[in-house]
């Protein structure tokens, strides 16, 4: 039987003549409508409740112009000593994001195949392993900082902690996806080759994986750079405790100058994890946009 085809012209002159033949029914037109109420409600609930308003918005614009004037033109150290207090601030942030990002990866990678559904067949254990990532998850790098600040005191190393345990909870849950999302047929061939499973693991899963995984964290570990100069506000060190000192005395024209050189850094951080995965997975793009 010959296969009828219909262009596109022939379906729009069809729903010209009968557009109701092509309307959604009655009850997906009523739920659409509903869910979009809901969502306009909810919106507009928010924006009353947080006293949205465009007197306000108007007034903080102008202020925060001020702000940005104060900033400009931008602070240039001169002295040693505080060049050397702010590359010693950048040092420790970018230090804290290195050791908690390796810290957490190093405690993630053996948990995520704990974790991960073709690996082990054990649901009770797993999904215990796997509910524990949640919970480590749900608490907010910052929430974890000032825990540990007040067991261990100011100081770098309640920053490290709070980005390792809350990579843990990150990691070994993207590590565990990536692991499952392996081809299986690698692993069939292994095993048919009389291969035990950790040798299945180590020359059939890892080999898929491994990229991914060094992907997975490079980008974590950017993002930790970040996250690292908010953890300084709140007294774990680095860049970001001068640059709250230097909000605080109303400085503006320095934390203009810090604020410039974390971007810098970051940036920094991404152009080198570009030519690291350039290097290690073979993408031609050198540098990520």
Request: net charge positive.
């Amino acid at each position: 039987m010959a296969k009828v085809e219909i262009t596109e012209a022939e379906i729009a002159a069809a729903k010209l003549r009968m557009p109701l033949a092509f309307r959604a029914p009655l009850s997906v037109r009523l739920r659409n409508g509903a869910l979009w109420a809901a969502f306009a409600l909810l919106f507009g609930w928010c924006l009353y409740d947080f006293n949205f308003s465009p007197v306000r918005i108007i007034e903080g614009l102008g202020r925060f112009g001020q702000v940005l004037g104060f900033m400009f033109p931008p602070y240039i150290w001169t002295e040693w000593q505080e060049i050397a207090d702010i590359l010693n601030g950048l040092g420790e942030t970018l230090a804290m994001a290195f050791l908690g990002t390796v810290l957490g990866a190093f405690v993630a990678f053996p948990l995520a195949f704990v974790g991960a559904k073709t690996i082990n067949r054990m649901n009770w254990l797993r999904l215990g392993f796997r509910r524990g990532f949640d919970v480590i998850r749900s608490f907010e790098t910052l929430i974890l900082a000032l825990i540990f600040i007040r067991a261990f005191g100011l100081g770098p190393l309640p920053g490290v902690l709070a980005i390792a345990v809350a990579e843990v909870g990150v990691l070994a849950k993207l590590y565990s996806e990536a692991i499952e999302n392996a081809s299986n047929k690698p692993v069939e061939g292994v095993v048919a080759s009389g291969g035990s499973g950790l040798q299945a693991i180590r020359f059939a899963v890892l080999p898929q994986v491994l990229p991914v995984l060094l992907s997975i964290t490079l980008y974590n570990f950017e993002s930790n750079v970040r996250s690292g100069t908010i953890l300084g506000i709140v007294g774990a060190g680095g860049i970001g405790f001068l640059l709250s000192d230097r909000i605080q005395a109303y400085m503006w024209d320095q934390a203009w100058s810090i604020i410039f050189l974390i971007i810098a850094m970051v940036y920094l951080i991404d152009w080198m994890s570009g030519l690291i995965r350039s290097r290690f997975i073979g993408t031609t793009d050198r540098v990520r946009g």
